[in-house]
């Protein structure tokens, strides 16, 4: 992919991401982000708010930051590391997961 085609890919993400922010109540991603990240959390002792109206705004800001990810993680990916697919998918997961615990870590600070 050419510098302009990761430009239009990462302009494109934009209405993704407040997509994503407003029917953070069907996202399956956003949730599945929110309780994969909770797991290590609890092991280390926080109490992340994932659940019930405590994860209302943890719900739709990982709604708004993860479609954001997408194209720096694609050109991680095939670019620096030239993984393949698998890697991809392995890459933007971990890094997602590690922005979802540290949203979550801040978040359970206030």
Do not use: C, D
């Not at 694609?74 to 991809?88: A, D, I, P, Q, T």
């Amino acid at each position: 992919m050419t510098w302009r085609g990761y430009l239009l890919f990462g302009l494109l993400s934009l209405p993704v991401a407040l997509l994503s922010t407003a029917f953070w109540m069907v996202n399956p991603v956003t949730a599945l982000l929110m309780f994969l990240a909770a797991i290590p959390l609890r092991w280390f002792g926080y109490q992340p708010p994932v659940e019930s109206w405590s994860g209302l705004g943890t719900a739709m800001w990982l709604g708004l930051l993860w479609p954001l990810t997408v194209a720096p993680f694609h050109w991680l990916n095939f670019r620096v590391l030239r993984w393949g697919k698998w890697g991809y998918a392995a890459v933007l997961l971990i890094g997602n997961l590690v922005i979802a615990m540290i949203y979550l870590i801040a978040k359970e600070g206030t």
